[in-house]
């Protein structure tokens, strides 16, 4: 039985490869392919903007109560995005520190 070796995704007739620019060539080769789920892209950017809210409250006083209810919102979104990429099996997906 012969085998093939598959390097990407083959020509199109309206735009072959060797007309795209080998920067073009790189991205479509790295290019995921995978889908994410609604839910999993939810997570996943939900965990992004509240590692990024954790990081501004850092350095802060938490004096007010919508300081403390911004640091107690963000530290909740961050644990349940964390749930879902971790019951997914798609943790990878976030740089979770140990």
Known sequence: MATQQLTGAPERADHPASE???ADR??????SHVRLSPEIHRAVVRYGICRDTLAELEGQR????????ELTN?????????DILTAA???H???VAS
Request: hydrophobic share 55%; glycine share 6%; no cysteine.
């Open 74 to 82: 963000a530290q909740r979104g961050l644990a349940e995005a964390v």
């Open 20 to 22: 795209m620019s080998s």
């Open 93 to 95: 997906l976030v740089e």
């Open 89 to 91: 099996g798609m943790l």
């Open 62 to 69: 938490i004096n007010t109560v919508p300081l403390f209810n």
């Open 26 to 31: 790189l991205a479509h080769d790295l290019a």
